[in-house]
């Protein structure tokens, strides 16, 4: 069983900043990889950002490409979501999730999920 403990969520105005984190209890010799995805009221969850452990390498949904980053602590076993120029319609519930291999897009390739963090941006 994997542990992860989201922290960082909060309400900012439009234009803010916020940055998440993630840290898992897993401990491997496999490598793993760490995504977020949010789901909206009423919508689908969406995928955000993904990094794989090692070599670091990262994906992005395509509205947060240029606007948030995702990177990792590799001696704390966290991983940050940074979020910079928030827009009203990145309010939304956020969720970790891991899984052991490489980065994937796809929900249902992870296996442990975190219990989630409200961002709410208001106009």
């Known amino acids: 069983q994997v542990r992860l403990v989201e922290s960082g969520g909060g309400s900012v105005q439009a234009g803010g900043s916020l940055r998440l984190s993630c840290a898992h209890s897993r401990r491997t010799a496999k490598n793993w990889a760490v995504g977020w995805f949010r789901q909206a009221p009423g919508k689908e969850r969406e995928f955000v950002a993904a990094?794989?452990?090692?070599?670091?390498?990262?994906i992005y949904g395509g509205s947060m490409k240029g606007r948030f980053t995702i990177s990792r602590d590799s001696a704390s076993n966290t991983v940050y979501l940074q979020m910079d120029s928030l827009k009203p319609e990145d309010t939304a519930v956020y969720y970790c999730?891991?899984?052991?291999?490489?980065?994937?897009?796809?929900?249902?390739?992870?296996?442990?999920w975190g219990q989630g963090t409200q961002v709410t941006v208001s106009s």
């Open positions: 990094i794989t452990y090692t070599p670091g390498n990262t």
């Open positions: 999730a891991f899984r052991e291999g490489v980065a994937s897009d796809q929900s249902r390739y992870y296996d442990y």
